[in-house]
């Protein structure tokens, strides 16, 4: 007899993807804004050149909405996977960064005002995602190893679970709720 393969919903492969895709560039553009304007706590040894401000917004224009429907998706499809603590880590990391962005003020860097509290809660997220990363990539590590791991890069879809598939999937999780 086989061992069962584990087996990731196609919806949730497609919006974690872009995450996993987005949320390293959106940090690491972070870091060089960081080490660029402030560095209070240290510099990169290298400044790279460019608008990294400008970089940085517009990869929060493409995160926002995709985080918000990857919360979506947690907290109704993907809502089982919010018991493991180290997923709901993540995604409230991810919400704390993306929500103080929003509310943070491009200029206040360029003109040295380091000093808001906005600005202070988004540095304490971009350091909040980081872990919550490392966390939730060791987890999956631990409890599936390399197979669980390896379930969000397949391409093969199960027949009930094409893209055409996920409106009734949605469909039939709020019926149940309600």
């Not at 393969?5 to 804004?33: C, E, F, K, N």
């Not at 400044?47 to 985080?67: C, M, N, R, Y």
Request: hydrophobic share 55%; net charge positive.
């Amino acid at each position: 007899m086989g061992m069962v393969r584990p087996y990731q919903p196609s919806l949730l492969r497609l919006l974690h993807g872009a995450m996993a895709l987005l949320v390293p560039l959106a940090w690491l553009s972070g870091l060089i804004v960081y080490s660029n304007h402030d560095g209070r706590f240290g510099r990169l040894s290298w400044q790279p050149a460019g608008d990294w401000i400008d970089l940085h917004g517009t990869l929060e224009v493409f995160l926002w909405p995709l985080a918000l429907l990857f919360g979506l998706y947690a907290l109704t499809l993907g809502r089982a996977r919010l018991n493991q603590a180290a997923n709901t880590t993540a995604l409230l990391a991810l919400a704390l960064a993306v929500g103080s962005g929003k509310f943070m003020n491009e200029n206040w860097l360029s003109t040295g005002q380091f000093d808001h509290f906005v600005y202070s809660l988004h540095l304490l997220a971009w350091l909040l995602v980081a872990a919550a990363v490392i966390w939730h990539v060791a987890a999956i590590l631990m409890r599936g190893g390399a197979p669980l791991a390896r379930t969000m890069f397949q391409l093969k879809l199960r027949p009930n679970d094409l893209p055409r598939d996920w409106a009734a999937q949605v469909g039939r999780l709020l019926r149940r709720s309600s």
